[in-house]
C-alpha cells in the first residue's frame, strides 16, 4: 500500500499497452469513483469512457488482482520498509564496491537526489540563466530573450480539462 493508504495500480507488462493488457491506470480511478455514485455497468462505461461493457468488467478484475496482489504482499511481509533496510544493508554490507554505489544510486533517485549541483547558488539556475551569464562574461552585455510560443486556445481547455480531472483523482 503506499504511505496515503490508496493501492497502485497492476500494469501488466507483456501487454504492450494495446488491447486487452493496456495498462489503463486512468480508467481504473475513473472508475474507482464512479463506483461510489453507480453500479449499473452501462453507465460506468459512459463515466470511465470504455467502448463497451466488457471493458469495464476487465477493468473491475484487475482492481480486483490490485487488491489481492497487495494483499499477498502485505500477508508475506513485503513491505517497504522492507525494501528500504533491504537497500540499506545492501548499502552496508557489499563487498563489491559496485554493488554499493549501485544500491547508493538507487536511494538517491527514489529521493530525487540523483542529480549533481555544484552549489545552492547554480542548484536554482536554468539553463538559460546560465547561457545569459556565459554570454554576458564573454560579450559584455548580451541580450538574450526567448518568445514562448502561443499555446492555441482549444489546446490550453484541453490543459485545463485535464488537471481538473488529474486534481480530482486522489482525493
Given at each position: 500500500m503506499s504511505e496515503n493508504g490508496k493501492l497502485r495500480p497492476v500494469e501488466s507488462i507483456d501487454g504492450g499497452g494495446v488491447g486487452f493488457y493496456r495498462p489503463n491506470v486512468l480508467q481504473q480511478?475513473?472508475?474507482?469513483?464512479?463506483?461510489?455514485?453507480?453500479?449499473d455497468p452501462q453507465k460506468l462505461k459512459e463515466m470511465a469512457g470504455f467502448r463497451n461493457v466488457a471493458e469495464v468488467y476487465r477493468t473491475l478484475d484487475k482492481l480486483s488482482m490490485r487488491k489481492e496482489y497487495h494483499a499477498a504482499l502485505a500477508k508475506h511481509g513485503l513491505t517497504l520498509d522492507i525494501i528500504v533496510s533491504g537497500l540499506k544493508d545492501i548499502c552496508?554490507?557489499?563487498?563489491?564496491?559496485?554493488?554499493?554505489?549501485?544500491?547508493?544510486?538507487?536511494?538517491?533517485?527514489s529521493i530525487g537526489l540523483d542529480e549533481y549541483k555544484e552549489s545552492g547558488e547554480e542548484a536554482g539556475k536554468n539553463w538559460e540563466d546560465a547561457l545569459q551569464e556565459h554570454a554576458n562574461e564573454l560579450?559584455?552585455?548580451?541580450?538574450?530573450?526567448?518568445?514562448?510560443?502561443?499555446?492555441?486556445?482549444?489546446e490550453e481547455q484541453q490543459i485545463k480539462k485535464e488537471k481538473a480531472i488529474g486534481a480530482n483523482l486522489y482525493e
Open positions: 480511478n475513473i472508475l474507482l469513483k464512479a463506483l461510489s455514485v453507480t453500479t552496508n554490507n557489499a563487498k563489491n564496491e559496485n554493488v554499493k554505489l549501485q544500491g547508493y544510486k538507487t536511494i538517491l533517485k560579450e559584455g552585455k548580451v541580450v538574450y530573450e526567448v518568445d514562448a510560443p502561443k499555446i492555441p486556445y482549444t
